[in-house]
T-cell receptor
Framework: NAGVTQTPKFRVLKTGQSMTLLCAQDMNHEYMYWYRQDPGMGLRLIHYSVGEGTTAKGEVPDGYNVSRLKKQNFLLGLESAAPSQTSVYFC????????????FGQGTRLTVV | AQSVAQPEDQVNVAEGNPLTVKCTYSVSGNPYLFWYVQYPNRGLQFLLKYITGDNLVKGSYGFEAEFNKSQTSFHLKKPSALVSDSALYFCAVRDRRGGSYIPTFGRGTSLIVHP
């Protein structure tokens, strides 16, 4: 049972570089989310998607873009990485019914130097 | 917007003692509340949820949570703590964004269980 899989698990970027984080889920979930976790800040929503081909902004979307071309995949892009984007990034998915819980990937630890 | 607050950054408890991790909520309408646990270097795992019905909700690993409407609280509890319960715990609420419902999390509480 793979659940939610994130790649890569670790990455170091130089300021100004770009990269894409991949999230894949095998549970046929409608909703997918990208969060970032920073000490003392909890989880903050970056972007989310309520279905294939749809995306929407969360609390902290600046500097990030997303795409959901296939239902099972949700990509998070950093166009020009900044040190403030050093964080742990989590992808999650849920069925989309309002009372169901979210399932999380193991996270991507990103350091921007 | 719906929100949850976790007033304690850290909770310390001795093994075998009961534990409580606090969460208060601010919602309009009926609250849909969740607890998750995060072990080191892992993603969040679902523990339990309150949707409606019985105010005492039972979940995984012997945890339970008490929904209290008058105090707008949803505290996580366990009768006897284990060292292996040491982890980061997040309270979450269903928040309405546009026409969708999205999980919104508290800042987390670090639970440390001492042998």
């Amino acid at each position: 049972n793979a659940g939610v899989t994130q790649t890569p698990k670790f990455r170091v970027l130089k300021t100004g570089q770009s990269m894409t984080l991949l999230c894949a889920q095998d549970m046929n979930h409608e909703y997918m989310y990208w969060y970032r976790q920073d000490p003392g800040m909890g989880l903050r929503l970056i972007h989310y998607s309520v279905g294939e081909g749809t995306t929407a902004k969360g609390e902290v979307p600046d500097g990030y873009n997303v795409s959901r071309l296939k239902k099972q995949n949700f990509l998070l892009g950093l166009e020009s990485a900044a040190p403030s984007q050093t964080s742990v990034y989590f992808c999650a998915s849920s069925q989309g019914v309002t009372n169901t819980e979210a399932f999380f990937g193991q996270g991507t630890r990103l350091t921007v130097v | 917007a719906q929100s949850v607050a976790q007033p304690e950054d850290q909770v310390n408890v001795a093994e075998g003692n009961p534990l409580t991790v606090k969460c208060t909520y601010s919602v309009s309408g009926n609250p849909y509340l969740f607890w998750y646990v995060q072990y080191p270097n892992r993603g969040l795992q679902f523990l339990l949820k309150y949707i409606t019905g019985d105010n005492l909700v039972k979940g995984s690993y012997g945890f339970e949570a008490e929904f209290n409407k008058s105090q707008t609280s949803f505290h996580l509890k366990k009768p006897s703590a284990l060292v292996s319960d040491s982890a980061l715990y997040f309270c979450a609420v269903r928040d309405r964004r546009g026409g969708s419902y999205i999980p919104t999390f508290g800042r987390g509480t670090s639970l440390i269980v001492h042998p």
